[in-house]
């Protein structure tokens, strides 16, 4: 969905005044987002954030060639006001976040993020903070592990693997992947094996979810994105699950909401949608998109545009 993103951005940042626009990349990964930017639009300066060192480390190669045209910094992009006042650019003409995990996090077996090798069960995205996997799969009260299972990786079983990974935890604290994927495959009836691939992918994903913090960093993350839109400035998020996509659905909503009590008979500015919406509904990829890519099967694009300042 790389051109379509694109495409959503591109008036922001072709338009005649605005001679360098910014553009930002919450989301940096191995950088072929950034790059394709760079790429398309040549007079625009990219910010660049990931809170992974080494997705930065390995994307800065890539991106040399564009020089000072990018910058890249180690951030959590919730943290995007910050960065933006640093580099001294409070507004900018283009935002995108293309969430969730990189292909080079997921494929480099000693984070932990995959289910198919046995590795520490860290899943950190930014490996120098926060607490890793095993221990919250260690510490974490049942109930709470319940929730996660349940609210992040929408796992009806998420009772029965909890039971049975606190009953395994006070024998021996995990440590690894496989034990792991070895405890859910076993502690599954039948039935629930034969659906839905590998039984432990759910359980990676809401552990994934819950030691990034990533919704709730997303909740704090896409309402201040919009806040650092210039006027006429555009915004494009691809979410990889559903609690994202309604997340960033909301926040668009409620930017293009009109929000005068009823009955006014002329809406003050005040009350009126700061942002217009540039897709109905979420966007999905094609069928030769995920064809071409299986992990792109559960993406969902939105686009939005920065109609008004914020008076409200
Ligand atoms: C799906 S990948 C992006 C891939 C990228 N578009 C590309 O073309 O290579 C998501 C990236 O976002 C980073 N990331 C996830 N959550 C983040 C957060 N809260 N703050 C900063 N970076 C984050 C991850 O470390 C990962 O590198």
Known sequence: MLQRCLDLLAPA???????????????????????????????????????????????????????????????????????LARLGVPKVQGILFDLGVSSMQLDEA?????????????????????????????????????????????????KRIVSAVV?????EPFSNSARLVELIRDSLPQAAKRTGGNPAKRT????????NGELSVLEQAIPAAVASLAVGGRIAVLSYHSLEDRLVKQVFAAGAANTAPPGLPVVP???????????RGAELPTEEEVAENRRAAPARLRGAQRIREDER
């Open 110 to 158: 000693d984070r932990g993020f995959a289910y198919a090798q046995d590795a520490p069960l860290d899943m950190r995205m930014d490996q120098s903070t926060g607490i890793g996997a095993a221990e919250v799969l260690n510490t974490y009260p049942p109930g709470e592990l319940v929730r996660i299972l349940r609210a992040y990786g929408e796992e009806k079983q998420a």
């Open 269 to 279: 500015e005040r009350y009126q949608p700061r942002l217009k919406l540039l897709t």
């Open 13 to 83: 940042l072709q338009d005649s005044t605005h001679p360098e626009p910014v553009v930002v990349d919450c989301t940096l990964g191995l950088g072929g987002h950034s790059e394709a930017l760079l790429e398309a639009f040549p007079t625009a300066r990219l910010v660049a954030l990931d809170r992974d060192k080494e997705a930065l480390r390995l994307s800065g190669e890539r991106l040399a060639r564009f020089g000072d045209r990018a910058t890249l910094v180690h951030a959590v992009y919730d943290e995007l006001p910050d960065v």
């Open 204 to 211: 990676f994903q809401a552990l994934r979810i819950e030691v």
């Open 167 to 171: 009953r395994e935890r006070e024998k």
